[in-house]
């Protein structure tokens, strides 16, 4: 049977087509991985050309590896915040260093003396002596224990306010600016309209008062110790460098505890104290001065180097095995003069200790923390 025509061809062509229907899924799969490669890794951009391939595994800015913290959830400032310092909030409050602003209180302990109590504190000793000047006896330095004082924030006057009193007055009498007064914080005044009740204390920062007598009361009245009739090493006054009040040196640097052996201050017949020494340890000047006796004392001292100070001020130590000065000798505090005997009216080894104002005994107890 003959075909009809035109079917030979329409046969011919049949494979041909089938084939090409097979190869598109084939094409479109080819396809689909060339374009993923291109998102996903593929060859460098012409921006990025010659910079490493990223791997498969390279990561984004914004993500993290398996190894790192999880981060938070994705937002719209991701890339933003990828590049940028984040603020690390510290919970901790860090206390600024500055004075406090209120008057405290102080209870006085066995050994205390205004002097240990301001080093204590880290004042001047006239600042604490002025805020209990009704307080102390016979107006000097003496303190007894379980006396309770005033202590200042900071260095200056601690002032009642009188009927009479300006600003102005106040500020001229103690040498600092009415802005000293005003701007202190504890007085808590209005620096439009500051309003100062006869009988209201305030605080002066920086007051320049007058000198405290620290001798306090005078038992014995004497002339200074270079004519005192201490016996025939005294010396002529000579010329030197006052010694510091403030800045009283411990005159046996082998006892650091401060002991005594024997006698304690008693102004009547023993007008200082007996340091705890072993024999020829070390005595040195309590402070600044000038040698005004260095030789064998007629009273019963012994050995003895008297200090002037050139402030009124002069210290006496007694019974040296060996001294070290001579007269009119420079000495500063701490400069050695002598070594520790039991020369004179001397029971034991130790150091007899004397502080005198004007000629006057002064209790050491007031400058040192003497332990008796």
Request: proline share 9%; hydrophobic share 40%; with cysteine.
């Amino acid at each position: 049977m003959t075909p009809p025509e035109g079917a030979s061809s329409r046969t011919v062509h049949l494979p041909g087509r089938w084939l090409l229907l097979g190869a598109l899924p084939l094409v479109l799969v080819v396809a689909g991985f060339f374009f993923w490669r291109t998102v996903h890794g593929g060859p460098a951009s012409p921006a990025t050309e010659g910079a490493p391939a990223a791997g498969l595994g390279a990561l984004l800015p914004t993500e993290a590896s398996a190894t790192d913290e999880p981060s938070l959830p994705s937002s719209p400032w991701s890339s933003v915040a990828s590049t940028t310092i984040r603020r690390i909030i510290d919970p901790h409050t860090v206390k600024p260093d500055r004075p406090s602003e209120a008057l405290t209180s102080y209870t006085v302990q066995s050994g205390d003396s205004i002097f240990s109590i301001a080093q204590q504190l880290n004042l001047k000793p006239e600042t604490i002596a002025w805020a209990n000047i009704d307080s102390l006896s016979a107006g000097g330095g003496m303190i007894s224990p379980g006396q309770v004082l005033r202590i200042p924030p900071l260095d200056g006057v601690y002032y009642e306010w009188k009927v009479t009193d300006t600003l102005q007055d106040v500020a001229t009498r103690f040498k600092v600016s009415v802005d000293d007064i005003l701007s202190f914080a504890g007085n808590n005044l209005d620096p439009l309209n500051p309003q100062v009740l006869p009988g209201d204390f305030i605080m002066i920062p920086g007051a320049v008062s007058a000198t405290i007598n620290w001798s306090g009361a005078q038992n014995v009245t004497e002339s200074t110790a270079y004519d005192a009739g201490l016996g025939g090493a005294a010396c002529p006054l000579g010329k030197g460098t006052p010694g510091d009040v403030h800045n009283w040196v411990w005159p046996a640097p082998a006892d650091s505890s401060h002991l005594l052996s024997g006698n304690n201050y008693i102004p009547s017949w023993h007008p200082g104290v007996d340091i705890m020494e072993s024999y020829h340890s070390t005595v040195v000047a309590a402070s600044a001065g000038v040698v005004a006796y260095a030789g064998w004392s007629d009273v019963g001292y012994g050995n003895l180097v008297v200090i002037d100070h050139l402030n009124g001020w002069s210290t006496r130590y007694a019974h040296l095995d060996v001294i070290l000065v001579g007269c009119d000798a420079q000495v500063w505090g701490g400069t050695p003069i002598g070594l520790a005997g039991t020369t004179g009216n001397s029971t034991g080894v130790h150091l007899h200790f004397e502080m005198r104002y004007n000629g006057s005994p002064v209790d050491p107890h007031t400058y040192y923390n003497i332990i008796p």
